[in-house]
């Protein structure tokens, strides 16, 4: 799902991932309570999904609720949420020869892995910068403590 970020950025921002067992309605409502519980997220204008049909209504519940911006825009479609497939690719070329996985404990270990190792390459480690890959290299090995 992308948000697209309230305020200078307008041209959205992958917000966060979940990864579920369902993808029903309290799935999709635990999720947007997750990616709209940053500072810089609270009131989104343009919430960007797939069609999903557990979404819709998620949305007009937390709206109903007040947990949501009420004048928030919903914009379903396929081609739509191209940024968040993007984003996923990198997961779908590490996962894809592995043929899935057998548990969802081993799925949520290894996807959080691959998601570390790729925020610097994003821009997402303040003390990275995401054009300068020695640096990112250097941040690795100093994280996970590996020779240089």
């Known amino acids: 799902m992308a948000l697209p970020l309230p305020g200078g950025r307008r041209h959205g921002a992958t917000i966060d991932f979940l990864l579920s067992a369902t993808r029903d309605k309290k799935a999709a409502k635990r999720f947007f309570r997750k990616a709209l519980a940053r500072d810089n997220t609270r009131h989104p204008r343009t ?3 797939d069609r999903l049909k557990s979404y819709p209504g998620a949305i007009r ?3 109903r609720d007040g947990e949501m911006w009420r004048f928030t825009r919903h914009r379903r479609g396929r081609w739509l949420n191209n940024r ?5 690719r990198r997961v779908k070329r590490r996962t894809g020869p592995m043929l899935g996985f057998q548990g969802f404990w081993t799925a949520r270990r290894t ?3 691959v998601e570390a190792m790729a925020m610097p ?5 303040r003390a990275v910068p995401a054009n300068d890959v020695p640096a990112q290299r250097a941040f690795v090995h100093r994280a996970f403590g590996l020779a240089a």
Request: proline share 0%.
């Open 47 to 49: 919430v960007v999904t």
């Open 121 to 125: 390459a994003k821009g997402q480690v």
């Open 61 to 63: 519940e937390m709206k």
């Open 111 to 113: 996807l959080a892995g």
């Open 84 to 88: 968040a497939e993007q984003d996923r």
